[in-house]
C-alpha cells in the first residue's frame, strides 16, 4: 500500500513556476512508475508527465513538453514536477500517482489527493 500526498500548488501568475512534490507517506516508491495527471473543471483526467522507477525514462504530453520537468530522488520517496513558463491553459487539480509507466491512468494504482494549480493571465 502507498499513499500519497500532493503539495507546492497555489496560484501563479502565467509565465511563472511552479514546482509540485509527491510524497509517500507510507509505503515505497522506489518500485513503481510515477506520473503526473491532471483534471481542469469540466474536462476529463489527462496525462502529464512520467518517469520510470528507475528515473532513467521520462515522458511528457505534448502540451507540457520544453516546460515541465519531471524527476524524483527515491531515497526522499519523493517525486517531483518542475512546472516553468505556465499558461492559463495548465490550471488545473494536479494529481500524482504510482504504478506501470503509462500515459493511462487506469495503469496507476496508487492515487493522491490533488493539488490546485491556479494560473492567472
Known amino acids: 500500500q502507498v499513499q500519497l500526498v500532493e503539495s507546492g500548488g497555489g496560484l501563479v501568475q502565467a509565465g511563472g513556476s511552479l514546482r509540485l512534490s509527491c510524497a509517500a507517506s507510507e509505503g515505497t516508491i522506489s518500485t513503481y512508475a510515477m506520473g503526473w495527471f491532471r483534471q481542469a473543471p469540466g474536462k476529463e483526467r489527462e496525462f502529464v508527465s512520467a518517469?520510470?522507477?528507475?528515473?532513467?525514462?521520462?515522458f511528457y504530453a505534448a502540451s507540457v513538453k520544453g516546460r515541465f520537468t519531471i524527476s524524483r530522488d527515491n531515497a526522499k520517496n519523493t517525486v517531483y514536477l518542475q512546472m516553468n513558463s505556465l499558461k492559463p491553459e495548465d490550471m488545473a487539480v494536479y494529481y500524482c500517482?504510482?504504478?506501470?509507466?503509462?500515459?493511462?491512468?487506469?495503469?496507476?494504482?496508487?492515487w493522491g489527493q490533488g493539488t490546485q494549480v491556479t494560473v492567472s493571465s
Open positions: 500517482a504510482a504504478g506501470v509507466l503509462s500515459a493511462w491512468a487506469n495503469n496507476y494504482y496508487y
Open positions: 518517469i520510470a522507477s528507475s528515473g532513467d525514462n521520462t
